[in-house]
């Protein structure tokens, strides 16, 4: 007879939603799910399961022993040692790429920027070290030539079910669960373990100077589509400005011109010459995720047939490489402040009135008793005073910086 295990759940994608209707399928109870996303929280309160914000909340409501399995599923922190001694029998995580070389995380980007041809996904044991333990199932499967970030990762998902509900029930016999030791990382697949702030070189800005192979790789594994892109985008920079590339291709041409070179801009994209084959740029964005036809991507960087790109020296790209990868380290920070940001509303505003174009007064003052960060603290005050509130976000910009 089928053991019934009661099992705690901790990520944030969809993927995390289908794993607990296939344990409740297969008899298991889900007791807590623990997720700071709101799908996650709507679908478990839906289905009368303890919705749990975070580990802390975990920590405090469960003792050691009172479940029996904990799952990671795409949840992407490091889980402390005081969480995995929680269940009775197991802490099990999914990982969306092969073990042990490819560890850590955003690995289907690390692939495609590799030009990896196979790739695939494993549920491992957890322990003391990231994606170490023993591994319970896996798959593998072939990268095609146009996989992108967020082709691969659909794929990465499917194998993910697909393999859960292969391997799940041994969850219900009166046994430990064992699995396979991972193979020695060799010279031909040495381990691999990718931190969150791990970014491809010079800030995702392309290198004229590198093949076109690379190039395409480059722009695919950072193409997530309309999902959430926590690595960044591939860009085209030309006299200190920078748009978006989201889609490319190379031509069958090799480059005749330097690489760099700008071959031609048509309506189907802007032709660039590279260390290969040409490569025909097709889709653009600006910074802030405006679409860009090529024509507009060419006026925006005032291209013109002929005319060299410019090409990163060696010096400027290792220091965007450092600098890009030091403030991803607060990326997450900014984005919860974003997310979460009060804006200040003014009184004296007609709201109802139509929109009139913005216009500026300004009265100089020469002031000598303060600095001038005391004056904006007290401009900020002065609206926190008009608005009634305690606190609020505005921007603020420093032209002299």
Known sequence: MAISRRCVLVGAESLLIQCAQVLEQQGHVI?????????????????????????????ARFAPGSFDVLFSITHLAVLPPAVLALPALAAINFHDGPLPSYAG????????????????V???????????????????????????????????????????????????????????AQSAPGADAPRRAYRRNDRPEAACTIDWRQPAAHILALVRALDFGGYNNPVGAAKLAHGGRLVIVTAASALETPSRLAPGSVVDVGTEGIVV???????????????????????EAAQALALMPGAPLALLESGLAARLTALNRELSGHEAFWLRRLETQTAIELPYIDRTAPIQPSCYEHLDAVVHAYRPDDLLAAFVCQLARLADKEA??????DTEL
Not at 105 to 120: F, S
Not at 143 to 164: K, S, Y
Not at 392 to 397: K, V, Y
């Open 122 to 180: 494993a549920w491992h044991l957890m322990t003391d070290h990231i994606d170490a333990g023993d591994i319970l199932a896996e798959a593998h499967f072939d990268v095609a030539d146009d996989d992108t970030a967020l082709t691969l990762n659909t794929r990465c998902f499917e194998a993910a079910i697909e393999t859960f509900a292969d391997w799940v029930g041994a969850l219900g016999r009166d046994e430990p669960l064992r699995g396979t």
């Open 273 to 295: 010459a590279t260390a290969s084959q040409d490569v025909q740029l097709r889709a653009f964005a600006t910074l802030d995720g405006a679409v860009l036809t090529p024509a």
């Open 392 to 397: 609020f976000e505005i921007g603020f910009a």
């Open 105 to 120: 995380l955003n690995t289907p980007v690390w692939a495609l920027l590799n030009g990896e041809r196979r790739h695939g």
């Open 31 to 59: 007791v807590a799910m623990v997720s700071d996303k709101p799908a996650i929280a709507r679908h478990a309160m839906a289905q009368g399961i303890p919705s749990l914000a975070d580990t802390d909340d975990l920590l």
